[in-house]
């Protein structure tokens, strides 16, 4: 980790150069795989899904990026190192598309790497980032949400260097679905895809939900989020909620680094949170690799058959 921010002469940027990971979490759905592997190098296809989480801060323009972690998460800072060892037996049998590959994760971007010490939550791992990240605007993206391209991500950078404040990705989801995220009350502004959040509350009761929009896990958070995030108490779940920091930030004034935009997500999303989705996402991520495509389509077809014929007969 870097050393702590000199606070007489904090960093004026307000350009968003940093990433910020929350890895900490137990992976407890996906036990026992997730007993000795952090659920973050769960494989989709042939990359963990952390790869793909990072590649999209860096395609977004954030080579800057920092890990919360935990306990049992080292495989995460060993996949973004370097292996010198295999490196080398991959160059003395002249693997070169194996050796791109493994030198891929580590050249990708700057890793940064601070413990959250105690699970407490979203928005203390976020605070946890404190240190780091000091007074400019940074990005939050959650691992457990794949995203399809970077597009969401820099045009959530591009709100935010326009408006100020925070941004954060919305996505219409069915009622009975909206006790599985952060939803938000909003009102249109005159792009199409943002609007301005009046209110948010984590993961409400259908009865309790002001709309049916949902937060997914990407956040660009103005740094006025970190004292807000050392009051904050405890809300749902008993955790301190990154959703509860926003909606006091939704109702500050802007001087005081307060409002916050939603940006409409357009593209897909993958979730990999629990096991169905993460199934899901590792048969589309596949199916776009024409080679495998090509090998597990017949093989499908008639899986489905023969399970039909077992339905039905
Ligand atoms: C977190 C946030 C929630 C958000 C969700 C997106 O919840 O607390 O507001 O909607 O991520 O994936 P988690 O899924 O980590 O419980």
Not at 144 to 170: F, K, P, T, Y
């Amino acid at each position: 980790m870097s050393a702590d921010i000199d606070r007489t002469n904090p960093p004026t940027s307000d350009t968003v150069t940093k990433a910020v990971i929350p890895v900490a979490g137990l992976g407890t759905r996906f036990l026992p795989a997730t007993k000795a592997t952090p659920k973050e190098m769960l494989p989709i296809v042939d990359k963990p899904a952390i790869q793909y989480v990072v590649e999209e801060a860096v395609q977004s323009g954030l080579h800057d990026v920092l890990m919360i972690t935990g306990r049992n998460k080292r495989s995460i800072e060993d996949h973004f190192d370097r292996a010198h060892e295999l490196e080398e037996a991959l160059a003395a049998k002249g693997e070169e598309d194996r050796l791109r590959s493994v030198r891929a994760s580590n050249d990708l971007a700057q890793v940064h790497y601070v413990r959250q010490g105690e699970p407490r939550g979203l928005g203390h791992a976020v605070l946890c980032a404190e240190a780091h990240v000091g007074e400019s605007p940074f990005a939050v993206l959650l691992g457990d949400d794949l995203i399809e391209s970077a597009d969401l991500l820099c045009r959530m950078i591009e709100v935010r260097q326009r408006h100020g404040g925070s941004v954060v990705a919305l996505m219409e989801v069915e009622p009975e679905q909206v006790s599985l995220y952060g939803c938000a009350a909003v009102e249109p502004t005159e792009e199409e895809d943002v609007v301005t959040v009046t209110d948010l509350v984590e993961k409400p009761s259908p009865e309790e939900a002001p709309s049916r929009w949902a937060i997914i896990g990407r956040y660009v958070c103005d740094p006025a989020v970190f004292p807000i995030l050392r009051h904050t108490p405890p809300g749902r779940g008993g955790e301190i909620q990154l959703t509860d920091a926003l909606l006091e930030l939704a109702r500050a004034k802007p001087e005081e680094g307060g409002g916050v935009h939603g940006v409409l997500l357009r593209g897909r999303r993958y979730d990999t949170g629990n096991k169905a989705d993460y199934i899901r996402t590792v048969v589309d991520f596949a199916f776009r690799r024409p080679e495998l495509a090509e090998e597990l389509l017949p093989w499908l077809r008639e899986f489905v058959d023969r399970q039909d014929a077992v339905d039905h007969g």
